[in-house]
């Protein structure tokens, strides 16, 4: 099982990026897909995150600005960020909780992709 990230990159302040993440390989199903980040020196947090049913989950500091969403048909899990800050300058990584087969829940992390906003 891969988690392939991508859609990070530079951005003035105020400015939008969306990042994508495809899980593939031999993947029964995808429970909770969602984003975390990470900068230097801190605790990787979540970002946010959506399950099956499509809830979601977002942290405080992106409401309203982020919005997450996913494809399941083509196992794909976007985060649209729009009104970026320079805080938001961090590795973002995706994360999925996902079946291999029934009754095997298993979590996985993608490489990272850098998202960087200038002032």
């Known amino acids: 099982v891969q988690l392939q990230a991508s859609g990070g990159g530079l951005v003035q302040a105020g400015g939008s990026l969306r990042l994508s993440c495809v899980a593939s390989g031999s993947i029964f199903s995808i429970d909770a897909i969602g984003w975390y980040r990470q900068v230097p020196g801190k605790q990787r947090e979540l970002v946010a995150a959506i399950t099956s049913g499509g809830a979601t989950n977002y942290a405080d500091s992106v409401k309203g600005r982020f919005t997450i969403s996913r494809d399941n048909a083509k196992n794909t899990v976007y985060l649209q960020m729009n009104s970026l800050k320079p805080d938001d300058t961090a590795v973002y990584y995706c994360?999925?909780?996902?079946?291999?087969?029934?009754?095997?829940?298993?979590?996985?992390w993608g490489q990272g992709t850098l998202v960087t906003v200038s002032s």
């Open positions: 994360n999925a909780l996902l079946y291999l087969r029934v009754g095997v829940l298993d979590e996985y």
